[in-house]
């Protein structure tokens, strides 16, 4: 079945810098969500993407999705406290029964 | 505007009793997703419920599992004889539409089996 890979699994960064988490798919995507669960809380829907190389911002975050539609990036910007979380991409799965299959996801951690 | 609704929150349960989590869906949202998480893992897919259907079941154990979203109530996802690898966060979610709408999850359901 379709498996979305994500890297890296785990990240830590200094309070101020950047972060960047990869998704990739072996299969073009019609679209792709981006989620961002805090420790101890549920999934909050972020973002989605759904043009060939599109991208989009909200403040310190960019979101890409790349010409060919297999790959998507989320990049953060001089990163702060509340940023700490695991942020996961999401693709919607084919065929008529639509299911969104999550990344294993990328755990931040943001050290002050 | 009340969002995904969960309960309860946290559920413990010994071995070989029975679980059941409810979920009650954001307002006008018709469509209901069951993932489970274990500790430092994704979320994994198990069933995709409209109002009484079950639409995809794909991610659902075949045995002890069960899940229902009847026409009256919110939905339920039914664990029997529960054993310790049961333990996980369940989440509940829902949409608007079978589209590219993106997913509204509630709370969560912490099952701990003793």
């Known amino acids: 079945g379709q498996q979305v890979m994500q890297i890296p699994q785990y990240q830590h960064v200094q309070e101020g810098e950047d972060f960047t988490t990869y998704c990739n798919s072996s299969?073009?995507?019609?679209?792709i969500q981006w989620y961002k669960q805090r420790p101890g809380g549920h999934p909050v829907f972020l973002i989605q993407?759904?043009?060939?190389?599109e991208v989009k911002k909200q403040k310190r975050l960019t979101f890409q999705f790349g010409e060919a539609k297999k790959n998507s990036s989320l990049h953060i910007s001089a990163t702060q406290t509340t940023d700490v979380g695991t942020y996961f991409c999401?693709?919607?799965?084919?065929?008529?029964?639509?299911?969104?299959?999550f990344g294993f996801g990328t755990q931040l951690t943001v050290l002050p | 505007n009340a969002g995904v609704m969960q309960n309860p929150r946290h559920l413990v349960r010994r071995r070989g009793q029975e679980a059941r989590l409810r979920c009650s869906p954001m307002?006008?949202?018709?469509?209901v997703y069951w993932y489970r998480q274990l500790p430092e893992e994704g979320l994994k897919f198990m069933v995709y419920?409209?109002?009484?259907?079950?639409?995809?079941e794909s991610g659902m154990p075949k045995e002890r599992f069960s899940a229902e979203f009847p026409k009256e109530g919110p939905s339920i996802l039914r664990i029997q004889q529960v054993v310790r690898g049961d333990s996980a966060a369940y989440f509940c979610a829902s949409s608007r539409d079978s589209g590219n709408s993106p997913l509204h999850f509630g709370n969560g359901t912490r099952l701990t089996v003793t």
């Open positions: 999401a693709e919607v799965s084919s065929g008529s029964a639509r299911q969104l299959t």
């Open positions: 307002k006008g949202h018709s469509h």
């Open positions: 419920l409209q109002k009484e259907n079950i639409i995809d």
């Open positions: 299969t073009t995507l019609s679209n």
């Open positions: 993407l759904v043009k060939s190389g």
